[in-house]
């Protein structure tokens, strides 16, 4: 059974840089295949797409957010660290963590955390 | 980036109703459309995924079709479990991108 838990901050002022921590387990990210990633969902707004990082080390984050984000992991805590910079009020949201399934040549997210409400004020 | 646009963004709807979404994106994705449902104050959780496969433990009165451009998602008798948001999701570009959601609410 696959799990993941978002663990940091829920408040952050303007400016500051956000660190957040997924936490998961049912799986490595030493096996091929495997990837783990972050999506985002301001209050009442859709779902936006963070990043991603792959077994092997290959990432891919969205483009409008490449400037400010960097995703790394950590296989021997089965961890993965998502880190913000330069927050700002816009990017109040809930923040959850991913598991990316891969079946028959397709692609989705078949495992969601409970996610992080993270609120940025001064 | 692939934008995903669905409607309609909310419909009133009766248990045992027939319900459709759609979902289009602005470049064709081939069957990368991925569906979610989501519950107000939970995490979404994969519905279907490739245009069609029901993930295990899905009940089979959702299905997904359409290929390209656009694609819609069909629940065939509304249950009461069903009333929430779903989202639209593509996976063809390695920067996923999602629909805007569509909200099932009680008529």
């Known amino acids: 059974q696959i799990t993941l838990k978002e663990s940091g901050p829920t408040l952050v002022k303007p400016t500051q840089t956000l660190t957040l921590t997924c936490t998961f387990s049912g799986f490595s990210l030493s096996t091929s295949g495997v990837g783990v990633g972050w999506i985002r969902q301001p209050p009442k707004k859709a779902l936006e797409y963070l990043a991603l990082?792959?077994?092997?080390?290959?990432?891919r984050y969205s483009p409008s957010l490449k400037n400010r984000l960097i995703i790394t992991k950590d296989t021997s805590k089965n961890q993965v660290v998502l880190t913000m910079t330069n927050m700002d009020p816009v990017d109040t949201a809930t923040y959850y963590c991913?598991?990316?399934?891969?079946?028959?040549?397709?692609?989705?997210?078949?495992?969601w955390g409970q996610g992080i409400l993270v609120t940025v004020s001064s | 980036d692939i934008q995903m646009t669905q409607s309609p963004s909310s419909l009133y709807a009766s248990v045992g109703d027939r319900v459709t979404i759609t979902c289009r994106a602005s470049q064709s994705i081939s069957s990368f459309l991925n569906w979610y449902q989501q519950k107000p104050g939970k995490a979404p959780e994969l519905l279907i995924y490739g245009v069609f496969n029901l993930q295990s433990g899905v009940p089979s009165r959702f299905s997904g079709s359409g290929s390209g451009t656009h694609f819609t998602l069909t629940i065939s008798s509304l249950q009461p479990e069903d009333f929430a948001t779903y989202h639209c999701q593509q996976s063809y570009s390695t920067t996923w991108t999602f629909g805007q959601g569509t909200k099932v609410e009680i008529k």
């Open positions: 991913v598991h990316r399934l891969i079946s028959g040549g397709h692609r989705a997210f078949n495992s």
């Open positions: 990082i792959y077994w092997g080390d290959d990432k």
